[in-house]
């Protein structure tokens, strides 16, 4: 049960730290954007100085590459005393153990993006960049999580009918959205070395999942419309977010191919027949580092959808006449 | 409290098992894909062209001579993340690339404590062109054209005839200015940056250097597979392959054409719709001329749909160079396995869409018709000189004029 207290210190923190995790994301897009993974050639420290006592002038008027990374590693040090702060909170006023010991989950991960973050650079390893790269979102995803579990829907929550369906495909929605992620995080990593091969079955891959991930998201925002669930509050936002996050992160995907790649019906259009790609140009790295970001953020919406169709069955369970309520037998004995 | 709760607590093991499936499903997928690749860089001999030639009469293992010549090139021309200048070959007179721009492009990518960047080459091109310079990237199956594989030593825009190398100038416009409709990017904005201003310059040098170690490569499995030459490093007929490539890349800037001054229509705008009519007039007439004979692959209206297809230079070396018809998968297929990609025709130019992969300036324009593109079927026109015949200066503007002015139809 959430504790009742006048300002609830554990949403503030973890709300806070869900979202300076989301801009954490974007600068490390970039940085594999831009691969500057490796302008700052050593770690902990930047260039031999504590990593907080940089010089300013250095950093802000320096490479362009030394700007996002050095950035990318303060705000994951920020992200990491947001963390701290959070734990602090919900050791101190949060009741659910559970919660508090997510928490602790939470700061362990984000010790340990940054270690991997860490290590990519100390041995100059690509596959640890990509394994970090896919371990930022999924951190995204728990932190949101932790944010959604303090919120007041999840206090609140109620339900009336049993959603085994919606729930199945939340948990499907969720699984395809990581492995999209761990996809394209092959593609945005692709070792110097990658056989042309092995590189255009990943593209496969990922359009194939995109096409799973797309059915799914219009199967959710059906399946919210229809009966029963039409009648169950809540439901709605979730699936209504994530299809506009699947229109954009489709037309981000599109462009994203452009920019790399050109369309493969260029000639058949004047204007993209004419259009020149700019290299690590403003527009061209934000719209392929705003693909990745929308990739995070389909995650995060994915728990989203979880956490409510989750509380409510949760909510469902605990109540007292639910025997009475049209559940099927099997679901009861798993929920 | 939820956790005294009775359905919670039924609830609880259905999270767990799937988180835990969530988690199982994040290591597999990353442990099988990591697992796949090498993060260590190394050249990759050129397979495709010993197969080639190893093809039709030939006993050789193809990829065994491959392999052989990329170890001898390497003694020479250094590892890809310590290249070298085979100097005691060249004796220092043949400097053909800068070496100290070769080493800032070569190697991973990052910057050392001195905070010079490096791995140029790797940051910007590698995806596409791959780490050989073999046309062989990651992205390489899906781009269309093909990413240029630089070990044929040919380039296609250029400042030089067929059979010339390029200049500095030549790859830096390229670099510079990108190719419209294509995966090739331009690199202006690097240029126009501060910290990055030298990096085309540098990529240039790495590009020559490429080029030069890929055709030497090339050249020296040649003369193994048809003449026998034992892959030795001290064969002295080996060594003149090495001086013989350089010498002609150290002497491309002499090769260059002059374009010549163009007439003032080319630039002023119509003024006088009858001047412009009778310049078209004249220009359609070259166009559709059997001496330039455009027409021919770029159709009629100049709208690339004309009755002649053929593939480039790249795809021939690999398919009828080596008896292989590239219009049957059945047989160009036996290729793959050595880095063949699928043979695609080549496309002519649109010129109402007015993208010029060469470049869109008249004198760009011209240089394409004088000089031809190489390694595609565009041949140079000839040129009235010297009593051959050919179109003259005057005629080859106003040729160049009517090209450029196809764009406005549509």
């Known amino acids: ?335 | 409290m939820i956790r005294s709760d009775l359905g919670n607590r039924q609830l609880l093991p259905a999270y767990h098992n799937s988180v835990g499936w969530l988690v199982m499903l994040f290591a597999l997928c990353t442990c099988a894909f990591t697992g796949c690749g090498n993060s260590k860089a190394t050249y990759k001999p050129n397979d495709l062209h010993a197969a080639s030639l190893t093809r039709e009469g030939s006993d050789l293992e193809p990829r065994g001579v491959a392999k052989a010549a990329s170890a001898l090139v390497e003694q020479w021309f250094g590892s890809l993340d310590a290249p070298r200048w085979p100097s005691e070959i060249l004796g220092g007179e043949l400097e053909a690339v800068r070496m100290d721009s070769v080493n800032r492009c070569a190697g991973p990518v990052g910057r050392g404590v001195d905070k010079v960047e490096r791995g140029v080459y790797r940051k910007h091109c590698v995806s596409c062109h791959g780490l050989s310079g073999d046309g062989l990237g990651a992205a390489a199956m899906l781009l269309e054209p093909y990413p240029r594989d630089f070990r044929r030593g040919t380039f296609k825009f250029k400042s030089t005839p067929i059979g010339k190398k390029p200049t500095r100038e030549d790859i830096h416009r390229t670099l510079y200015e990108g190719i419209p409709g294509t995966a090739m990017p331009s690199f202006r904005a690097l240029e126009e940056s501060k910290e990055f201003a030298d990096d085309i310059d540098d990529l240039v040098e790495y590009v020559r250097f490429l080029a030069i170690r890929g055709e030497v490569e090339r050249r020296i499995i040649a003369l193994h597979v048809r003449e026998g030459v034992a892959l030795d490093e001290t064969s002295e007929q080996l060594r003149e392959v090495v001086r013989q490539v350089v010498e002609k890349w150290s002497s491309a800037s002499s090769d260059q054409v002059t374009v010549p001054e163009s007439p003032e229509f080319i630039h002023s705008p119509i003024k006088n719709p009858q001047e412009h009519s009778e310049l078209m007039q004249k220009g359609k007439s070259h166009f559709e001329s059997e001496l330039t004979a455009c027409v021919k692959c770029h159709g009629t209206s100049g709208a690339g749909d004309g009755t002649s297809q053929d593939y480039d230079e790249w795809t021939k070396d690999w398919t009828i160079l080596a008896g292989i018809d590239p219009k049957h998968p059945s047989d160009w297929k036996e290729m793959k396995p050595f880095g063949a990609l699928k043979p695609v025709l080549t496309k002519p130019r649109n010129f109402h869409w007015g993208a010029y992969h060469g470049g869109k300036s008249p004198s760009e324009i011209f240089k394409r018709i004088v000089l031809g593109i190489e390694g595609t079927p565009m041949p140079p026109v000839a040129r009235a000189q010297n009593g051959n015949p050919g179109l003259t200066d005057q005629e080859l503007w106003e040729l160049v004029y009517y090209v450029m002015h196809l764009e406005d139809r549509s």
């Not at chain 1, 058949?268 to 929308?294: C, D, F, N």
């Open chain 1, 1 to 335: 049960m959430i504790s009742d207290v006048k300002f609830n210190f554990v949403k503030l923190w973890a709300w806070l730290a869900a979202m300076f995790i989301f801009p954490l994301i974007w600068v490390g897009g970039l940085v594999t954007t831009h691969d500057a993974g490796m302008a700052v050639p050593d770690w902990p420290g930047t260039y031999g100085y504590n990593l907080f006592l940089y010089p300013l002038s250095t950093w802000l008027y320096g490479p362009f590459d030394l700007l996002i990374e050095h950035g990318h590693r303060l705000l994951g040090s920020w992200v990491g005393l947001l963390v701290i702060f959070l734990c602090i909170a919900a050791w101190k006023s949060e009741t659910r153990t559970w919660y508090r010991r997510a928490c602790l989950g939470l700061l362990g991960a984000v010790i340990a993006q940054g270690l991997l973050g860490g290590f990519r650079v100390v041995l100059d390893e690509r596959t640890i960049a990509m394994i970090h790269g896919c371990g930022g979102p999924l951190v995204f995803g728990y932190a949101s999580f932790l944010a959604f579990a303090s919120s007041r829907d999840w206090k609140h929550a109620n339900a009336s009918i049993h959603s085994k369906g919606l729930w199945r495909l939340a948990w499907i929605l969720l699984a395809a959205t990581i492995t999209q992620l761990v996809l394209g995080a092959q593609l945005r990593h692709a070792l110097p070395g990658t056989s042309p091969v092995g590189f255009m079955s990943m593209v496969h891959l990922h359009l194939t999942f995109a096409g799973i991930v797309t059915l799914v998201i219009l199967g959710v925002y059906f399946l919210v419309r229809t009966y029963p669930y039409a009648s169950e509050p809540g439901l709605r936002a979730p699936a209504n977010a994530l299809v506009g996050l699947l229109i954009l992160q489709l037309t981000l995907g599109i462009g994203t191919w452009m920019v790399n790649y050109a369309l493969p019906w260029s000639e058949t259009m004047p204007s993209l027949a004419r259009y020149v790609i700019s290299a690590k140009g403003y527009w061209e790295s934000m719209l392929v580092t705003a693909h990745q970001a929308t990739g995070s953020l389909l995650i995060a919406f994915s728990t989203w959808l979880i956490c409510r169709v989750g509380r409510r069955q949760i909510a469902l369970a605990r109540k007292p006449d639910s025997r009475n309520i049209q559940v099927q037998p099997s679901a009861a004995v798993k929920l």
